[in-house]
């Protein structure tokens, strides 16, 4: 055993085979070096537990393949691209909206350049990084004015601080949500310094029930969007048309977070009826906030509109400071807004959209697509099929509610389970995520681009060792 040792090679020999091979190219060499020490350290541990036991295992030739697999992955990004495959269009855990090619086209530009952020070409002196927007968002949405912040979350902590800090918020108890990362309404309200104050039941609330909390320290009223859960059943709720007539009877602000919120009235498609930001500021709602990343399909970030009065008041905000965004962020959703002028154009360009709107037939085309280039060049190894299924909207928008899709399902032949197909291709480059029902694993061509199919074949290849 200990001759065994004494045959490993030295890091600086591997190093150089490494730089012949052209594999340190663009890689720094401290990090190779590591990852070379560390599989050198796995050798150890192998001829320790007798996994390596003969010379010839540890001739530089023998190991190098497999050292070079070990490097491969040690250098690759950590956050890096995945395949999703499962349908979820705004899928939360994947990176939520993919950007439209514009926006992607604008975050380069912002990330490549210096520019105009907060410069105001016209005078030459500082300006208002909000500027780029704030008019588009107010054309689109109808609102008076608008901000923008890192996310929905800071949004609604901005607004509640600015307008309720110290003093009462009343909300209806049926909207005291809970989202991902377990973010709850209350817990916000809490960290703003507003007081909450929770009227009506779970399921019915009325504006009587508003009109009796408010007293000499209610500060706003407030109604949040319930867009990732349902209420079904004997159900009441006040609309935000009638919470904006009770507001202004008490001369006080009334305030709805609408959560995912979206541009794009999806109205044929077999979706319950969700309310547009256009609609709410239409109402007279003084403040709403929502979400960039998910329903509407930009960037991650949280747009608060409404009138100017309030919005001037947040702006205002030393938190504002804290959660503002940056030049990415605002390039990419600049370019989003910019396709929303034309909401026939922001169909076709902003991915989001064009995936929650894809007619049924155009589907199955892709699926049948899909599978032949599955079936090419996996040929035996699998069997594939195509059959209906449906997919969902995601992003806490639209719980509940299927979208009529066809499916790819995959199963692999011989000794490897569905399981076990799902849990290696997290591992595959690139990684496929995919779900399994019916004891097969699915793949739904909504959120596959057509450029990804072959990626997805060679990455369920790679899974069942046929890419070697």
């Known amino acids: 055993m200990s001759n065994l040792f004494k045959l490993l090679p030295s890091v600086d020999l591997v190093l150089t085979r490494l730089e012949q091979e052209g594999e340190l190219s663009g890689v720094p060499r401290t990090l190779v070096r590591?990852?070379?020490?560390?599989?050198?350290?796995?050798?150890?541990?192998?001829?320790?537990?007798?996994?390596?036991?003969?010379?010839?295992q540890l001739s530089l030739d023998v190991f190098f393949p497999r050292l070079v697999c070990y490097v491969r992955v040690g250098v690759r990004p950590h956050f890096r691209r995945v395949l999703n495959g499962t349908g979820v269009v705004v899928h939360t855990n994947l990176g939520r909206s993919i950007l439209a090619d514009s926006a992607v086209k604008a975050v380069t530009e912002a990330c490549g350049a210096y520019s105009n952020l907060e410069f105001d070409l016209k005078t030459g002196e500082r300006g208002s990084r909000y500027s780029h927007v704030e008019k588009l968002i107010c054309d689109i949405t109808g609102a008076e004015s608008a901000l923008v912040v890192n996310n929905n979350a800071s949004a609604v902590l901005i607004t509640l601080e600015?307008?309720?800090?110290?003093?009462?918020?009343?909300v209806s108890r049926g909207q005291l949500v809970e989202i991902g990362g377990s973010f709850r309404i209350p817990d916000v309200m809490l960290k703003s310094g507003a007081i909450l104050h929770e009227v009506g039941a779970t399921n019915r609330t009325h504006l009587r029930d508003y009109e009796s909390a408010i007293n000499e320290d209610t500060a706003l009223l407030m109604k949040v969007h319930t867009s990732n859960?349902?209420?079904?059943?004997?159900?009441?709720?006040?609309?935000?048309?009638?919470?904006?007539?009770?507001?202004?009877?008490?001369?006080?602000?009334?305030?709805?977070?609408?959560?995912?919120?979206?541009?794009?009235?999806?109205?044929?498609?077999?979706?319950?009826?969700?309310?547009?930001?256009?609609?709410?500021?239409?109402e007279g709602v003084d403040v709403v906030s929502f979400s960039g990343d998910k329903v509407l399909g930009g960037p991650q970030a949280g747009i608060i509109v409404g009138k100017k009065k309030y919005i001037d008041m947040i702006k205002k905000n030393p938190l504002n400071r804290v959660v503002r965004i940056d030049k990415m962020t605002l390039a990419a959703l600049e370019a989003t807004l910019r396709l929303y002028l034309d909401p026939e154009t922001a169909a076709l360009e902003v991915p989001t959209i064009r995936m929650i709107m894809e007619k049924l037939e155009s589907l199955k085309h892709r699926a049948q697509s899909l599978s032949r280039v599955l079936d090419s060049l996996l040929g035996e190894s699998v069997t594939i099929d195509v059959r209906e299924g449906v997919s969902r909207v995601g992003g806490g928008a639209f719980p509940e509610q299927d979208l009529k899709t066809f499916l790819v399902t995959v199963v692999p032949q011989g000794d490897m389970s569905v399981s076990e197909l799902k849990e290696r291709l997290l591992s595959s480059e690139p990684p496929l995520v995919g779900r399994i029902e019916d004891e097969t694993f699915c793949l739904d061509?909504?959120?596959?681009?057509?450029?990804?199919?072959?990626?997805?074949?060679?990455?369920?290849?790679?899974?069942?060792?046929?890419?070697?």
């Open 34 to 56: 590591d990852l070379v020490n560390g599989f050198i350290d796995v050798c150890r541990e192998e001829i320790k537990s007798g996994i390596i036991t003969a010379e010839d």
């Open 162 to 170: 600015t307008l309720a800090a110290g003093r009462e918020a009343v």
């Open 229 to 282: 859960f349902r209420v079904i059943g004997f159900t009441k709720e006040v609309s935000g048309g009638e919470l904006v007539e009770l507001g202004t009877k008490h001369e006080l602000p009334v305030y709805e977070d609408l959560g995912s919120g979206n541009l794009t009235n999806f109205a044929g498609l077999g979706l319950m009826r969700e309310p547009t930001v256009q609609e709410v500021v239409s």
């Open 445 to 468: 061509p909504r959120t596959l681009t057509q450029i990804e199919y072959h990626m997805a074949a060679k990455s369920i290849a790679q899974a069942i060792n046929l890419d070697k």
